[in-house]
């Protein structure tokens, strides 16, 4: 009779891949939720539960609320101390202002690379009109693309056919 092989405990390891690491974030904290409502349930006890996700978005569970929850825990004492939202306002409002922050940054970033891209777009149209204003055939070849060297070529092509045409012109009259 073949005999059973079991897994047993594994050892706990990161996840790397991004989308697994998502789902199992999602289906972790739907069980963790899940026990926390059984304490409040049997126990009778009052339970948060504050967890912040792969992609830095905040969740919470709390009973009866967060708010409550939160100054119990931050007072010690919520006989002698009314509940105030501190706490909890001064987490949420210290995310906010660090997600700010970020914003802020990515901002500031995208508006340099704009004026970066505006100042490269000036240096090229200067760089246009002044080709444009000296003959083709006085551009420096170094500074030409790939194109426009295609130009050039198909340029001083048609100007070796138009002089072979005009001196054959020429001497036949």
Not at 12 to 38: C, G, H, P, W
Not at 61 to 88: C, E, M, T, W, Y
Not at 99 to 112: M, P, S, T, W
């Amino acid at each position: 009779m073949a005999s059973r092989q079991r897994r047993g405990r594994r050892e706990m390891r990161q996840i790397e891949n991004v989308e697994d690491k998502l789902i199992t974030f999602s289906k972790r904290r739907s069980s963790i939720y899940k026990k926390a409502s059984e304490l409040v349930t049997l126990c009778g006890s009052e339970v948060g539960v504050v967890t912040f996700s792969p992609a830095g978005k905040p969740y919470s569970f709390a009973h009866p609320s967060i708010d409550s929850v939160a100054n119990r825990f931050l007072n010690q004492n919520p006989r002698q101390n009314p509940p105030q939202n501190d706490g909890v306002e001064t987490l949420v409002e210290s995310y906010r202002r660090l997600r700010i922050g970020e914003l802020n940054q990515q901002y500031d970033e995208l508006v340099d690379q704009v004026e970066a891209d505006k100042k490269r777009g000036k240096e090229l149209k200067q760089n246009t009109e002044a080709r444009s204003s000296e003959g083709w055939w006085e551009a420096p070849i170094e500074e030409l693309n790939l194109e426009e060297l295609k130009q050039m070529k198909e340029r001083m092509e048609e100007l070796r056919q138009n002089l072979c045409s005009s001196t054959d012109k020429k001497n036949q009259g």
